[in-house]
């Protein structure tokens, strides 16, 4: 993403707490809704005025192959979802997977939790995908049909988390791994391993996700420790 | 608590609707409404029934997506309070509850207890903003603003754009809903360039999306769980008439 706050791909804006370029991991509340305000204020407007100057709208059509890819895999997990009427509703699936989350990936995390979560969650992602009851069809307005999918998602995510948190052996913001901290209990962080921001990429359901790192470079002020004492 | 639930059934815009006999069991004084129904529809679910289809979002009551009309007043019983801001504790063991949608002609049923609300959007469209530049934030006091219009202005733009002023009006009428939005830019110096082509160009969306008139029953104000006074009604007329004139 670019100081006019577009992505590398071109028409894509990214603004607001998922904008995490300025001050590194955006903490709900604090520094994501100053950067949505910042954002949307004074930088936004002026930027993506000059995208749509540059543009100009196409016809566009349902023919192009990645369209096509999608709908198939849209009809595919709808379909599968449908088919597996098992005992437990996505509801109960996406509580299992909160305390899970709670338990073991919480603000406070450690090696042997972080280890632990990431045993649960595939055992409770394969029982959901064969356990899973999913009423009604798939020709009207289904609310359940749409749980289950987010649910679905929530399983695939839980595990990233869990994954990213357990790679970073450093305290840090929101992430504060119990093995890493000072003396009087404050984050210790690892500049020396872990001054980057980093994008996984998916390999598949169950797949090790591939870390791409951008490197966080300080030319002027330098990272420092802030005490709250 | 153990509830008689009777609640408005229907598949699909064209099926038939009825009324159906639904049992809450083991509510809690404490939940919300809206969990009062993912409660019952978790037991629909386990007993491979349709769960009730119902439109939530925010559930802290500033969204505007819950809609339901809860013993035939929208958002039930408790003044200024969306339906999922409503406890149980509200209502008593035993207690027979009607729940139905947002009942107008602008509003067609989706499914169950979910309405098409794109008719209050579609009125925002034609004319509920500000198109000129307003530029930086201005210095403080350039532009003066006496505080009972600026008060004013707030108290319109408290609207959440729910819908519970249609239901609850005989006319299936929005000049509620038009009256806060047109209302919000009315009384500030940022929308007066554009106020008369603005009430013109919302009443009219108004008229066409097929809602009613105002006929002065005040059930909007009643029903409304952001207390917008009807008086911002009369302030639409006096707009609309202003710009009459100017043409």
Redesign the interface.
């Known amino acids: 993403m670019d100081y006019n706050l577009e992505s590398n791909v071109r028409g894509l804006f990214v603004l607001g707490e998922a904008n995490f370029s300025d001050h590194g991991a955006n903490r709900l509340g604090a520094s994501a809704l100053m950067q949505g305000l910042a954002d949307g204020?004074f930088v936004i407007p002026y930027t993506i005025g000059n995208y749509l100057a540059q543009v100009k709208p196409e016809s566009i059509t349902a023919d192009h192959g990645a369209f096509a890819e999608a709908r198939e895999n849209v009809n595919a997990m709808t379909k599968k979802l449908l088919g597996i009427n098992g005992r437990k509703?996505p509801?109960?699936f996406h509580r299992e997977l909160g305390t899970i989350m709670w338990e073991h990936v919480g603000m406070a995390r450690s090696d042997a939790s972080l280890k632990r979560a990431l045993e649960l969650i595939p055992v409770l992602r394969d029982e959901f995908w064969q356990n899973v009851?999913v009423?009604?069809t798939d020709a009207?307005?289904n609310?359940?049909l749409e749980r289950a999918g987010r649910v679905a998602d929530f399983l695939d995510f839980a595990e990233l988390l869990a994954t990213d948190a357990l790679h970073r052996k450093e305290s840090c913001g929101g992430h504060f791994r119990v093995e890493y901290q000072l003396p009087g209990g404050e984050a210790r962080r690892d500049d020396d391993n872990y001054s980057y921001v980093g994008a996984w990429g998916y390999q598949g359901v169950g797949k090790v996700p591939t870390l791409y790192k951008e490197p966080l470079v300080f030319e002027n002020i330098h990272l420092g420790i802030r005490s709250y004492k | 608590m153990n509830l008689n639930l009777f609640v408005w059934r229907q598949?699909?815009p064209a099926e038939p609707g009825k009324l159906e006999e639904i049992k809450a069991t083991d509510v809690t004084p404490d939940m919300s409404f809206l969990e009062m129904l993912?409660e019952v529809n978790?037991r629909?679910?386990?007993e491979?029934?349709?769960?009730i289809?119902f439109d939530h979002d925010c559930r802290e009551g500033i969204c505007g997506t819950c809609s339901q009309v809860i013993n035939g007043v929208p958002h039930g019983p408790r003044e200024k309070t969306t339906t999922c801001q409503l406890h149980m504790r509200n209502f008593k063991d035993g207690d027979s509850i009607y729940i139905e949608p947002w009942r107008a002609k602008a509003f067609p049923i989706?499914?169950d207890l979910?309405v098409d609300r794109s008719a209050l959007d579609r009125i925002i469209q034609a004319g509920g903003y500000i198109s000129a530049h307003t530029g930086g934030?201005p210095d403080v006091n350039a532009t003066l603003i006496p505080k009972p219009y600026a008060d004013l202005a707030m108290d319109a733009a408290e609207c959440i754009g729910c819908g519970a002023c249609v239901a609850a009006c005989p006319n299936g009428s929005a000049m509620l809903f038009t009256a806060a939005k047109v209302s919000q830019f009315a009384y500030l110096p940022q929308g007066k360039p554009e106020a008369a082509r603005r009430v013109c160009l919302m009443t009219e969306a108004m008229v066409q999306e097929g809602f009613g008139n105002c006929s002065n029953h005040y059930e909007c104000e009643a029903a409304c769980p952001k207390g917008i006074k009807v008086s911002f009604i009369a302030k639409l007329n006096r707009e609309l008439m202003k710009a009459r004139f100017k043409k």
Request: glycine letters at 8%; a negative charge.
């Open positions: 204020y509703t509801r109960e009851r009423v009604g009207d307005l609310q359940e | 598949k699909g993912d978790e629909l679910v386990h491979s029934k349709d769960p289809a989706v499914k979910i934030t």
